[in-house]
């Protein structure tokens, strides 16, 4: 599967009073990350899924380490790799560094999901293609 | 290990397009439960903690597992379970739920952090004695 | 009109690097007092306004003066004033303290939208009836 | 006194219940702005200003009127213009559109602020130099 790189820099509203970044603020970070694989990865930006095609991808799981703290300037290199596509779901990781130092490692899973219903549905087939890497995105 | 329970309201500025929280506001919640059982539970507010005796608990681990979605409106009762007390980190269950119905378990890994060497430390007796309900919080 | 209070705890999730509230959280808890005014004040809690009526109170104006800043753990009181209740507008000054030192003046102005059309909409009877003080809010 | 430009796009992270930007979230934008400002406009970014030169830029007083609303995926351009350099504050107007369209106008009063003190202080002379234009910012 592709790995997607973005960045992300840490802005004065990311940071707590020990000057580092406050860390529900990192998941803010994560889920941008995962709008711009989507929408530069995936050929499906955020507003085309929900509002054109329904769809939502709501986080079911989520595990973090956090090794080292950032500071505000810093700018993050955020790496995702999907470990695992299934039928409806997704398990991504994303690793957040900076000047080549580890910050954060996160592995999410994400539900395909059917925002008028509320329930999981599979994965349109454009969507899975790209995914997976079998297809690319149009130019 | 003592339970803490505590309350959230689930307010305009948590929910997204969707109308469900946006994950990354419980973890400013779950902070909050964290903020309240350090001060209720531990007879130790994070004002005293960061300002007087120099500590800071910075998170650097975390799981959680999004069980079914809160909406606005909704209180959410939290209850947190010391699972483990260290020597200078300690790891917490949290449960959210809401009318009986679990909504987000997560465990964090907080680490008693020296703010000014930034450096982990041991916990303070008084702290570690009311984690471990070894010690009653003074009236 | 009919002054209405409630409170906002300054959380770690509010201040800044220097220790203080950061000024767009400030505009949360705010949005809070406005959610405790409507729920408790006018009897019309955000979530029956927005899901049973399809009405909004998108703001359309605000003004604020930060007098003196507030701190981790703080206690802020924070007094809500209906200054004009228009057809489908109203203008509202909230004063937030702490023991009784002022920290923040802040007027703004909310729109009563039909959320389908995404146009103002006159206040309904019941609401306007509460937000002039005309009518109590039944116990 | 120089124009300033920069964009920031509408996250999942800023929109509400009704899909379109949290106002609270604006600001955060806006914030984002006056750093980029700091930083490309006037040679002194947060972390060198509040790091290394112990100074703050405190917010004391804000105007904002909401013209038409944002949503999800829209690049809002943001144009900044200092109206008033003083002694120890500046008036800066932040203007957000999309396409051409008003989105926000918001006029500032930030403070120049030595952190340690908590106290006003004149503004550096490099740093006045660049808000009024009569210094450019060294390549």
Redesign the interface.
């Known amino acids: 599967m592709t790995r997607f790189t973005t960045t992300a820099l840490v802005?004065?509203?990311h940071?707590?009073?020990?000057?580092?970044v406050?860390?529900?603020?990192y998941?803010?970070m994560l889920?941008?990350a995962v709008?711009d694989w989507c929408a530069q990865g995936l050929g499906a930006?955020?507003?085309a899924l929900?509002?054109i095609r329904g769809i939502?991808v709501?986080?079911?799981?989520?595990?973090?380490?956090?090794h080292s703290?950032s500071?505000?300037?810093d700018m993050l290199d955020i790496a995702l790799v999907p470990l695992h596509v299934g039928r409806s779901s997704c398990r991504l990781e994303l690793t957040f560094s900076c000047g080549g130092e580890t910050r954060l490692i996160a592995r999410v899973t994400l539900v395909c999901t059917d925002?008028a219903a509320?329930r999981s549905t599979p994965w349109p087939d454009d969507i899975r293609a790209r995914m997976t890497g079998t297809a690319p995105v149009a130019a």
């Open positions: 802005r004065f509203a940071v707590d009073a020990a000057g580092i406050f860390y529900p603020r998941f803010e889920n941008g709008e930006d955020f507003r929900h509002d939502g709501p986080t079911v799981g989520l595990e973090a380490e956090f703290p500071r505000l300037g925002l509320m």
